[in-house]
């Protein structure tokens, strides 16, 4: 595909309720990352894998929240429990890694979560 | 904390104007800045990347840095109604991976 896809766009929740959101990365992109984007405010990072190595894992809230690539390309976000303050865009980016850091991450078009 | 600041607005300027916005970090480690414009509803867009010192010019934006200040912005030349929209800020340190992001700003061009 030509870019990040996410699936699904929208998903209402009732609170204890089990969620799981998908992204299909750009492909050949190593690089995937989950953000978390609340109402008003900029994104803010949850996780990253290289291909499907979960290297950094410490923004993930509390641990309810898990992700896993097991193949190293979709990638899957496991929300359990779910709380109203859950409710916010999911984001997924991937990018493919550059010397000096200078990959530019691609993001998809979110998935909007709202916990009842 | 690593923090990146930005004015959250809204910033108005009339259709033809310059629309100059500007971001402020913490990390002194930081590597490379970009620019994210994101529409109501929709996800953050890449606008501009810049990872050296001065100024970098793509079409009606310039990306403005300087680490010594710790300070970024982006200047819209010929703002357009079209421009309206939220401008994130995001940056990246050379020992990290994610990106950190502003809480946004918020551009409106008027007619």
């Known amino acids: 595909g030509a870019g990040v896809s996410q699936s699904p766009r929208y998903k209402v929740a009732k609170r204890g309720q089990d969620v799981a959101l998908r992204c299909d990365p750009i492909?050949?992109?190593?690089?995937l990352f989950w953000y978390q984007q609340a109402l008003g405010q900029g994104p803010e990072f949850l996780t990253y894998?290289?291909?499907?190595?979960?290297?950094?894992k410490s923004g993930l809230p509390s641990d309810r929240f898990f992700a896993e690539r097991p193949e190293g390309s979709v990638s899957t976000l496991k929300i359990q429990r779910t709380q109203q303050e859950d409710s916010a865009v999911y984001l997924c980016?991937?990018?493919?890694?550059?010397?000096?850091?200078?990959?530019?991450?691609?993001f998809g078009p979110g998935t909007r979560l709202t916990v009842l | 904390q690593k923090e990146v600041e930005q004015n959250s607005g809204p910033l108005s300027v009339p259709e033809g104007a310059i629309a100059s916005l500007n971001c402020t970090y913490s990390d002194r480690g930081s590597q490379s800045f970009f620019w994210y414009r994101q529409y109501s509803g929709k996800s953050p867009e890449l606008i501009m990347s810049i990872y050296s010192n001065g100024d970098k010019e793509d079409g009606r934006f310039t990306a403005q840095l300087n680490k010594a200040s710790q300070y970024v912005s982006l200047l819209i030349r010929d703002s357009q109604p079209s421009d309206s929209a939220t401008y994130l800020c995001a940056v990246k340190s050379n020992s990290g991976y994610a990106l950190n992001f502003g809480k946004g700003t918020s551009l409106l061009v008027t007619p």
């Open positions: 492909s050949g992109h190593v690089s």
């Open positions: 894998f290289q291909n499907e190595a979960q290297l950094d």
């Open positions: 980016a991937s990018s493919s890694p550059q010397r000096g850091g200078t990959d530019t991450q691609y």
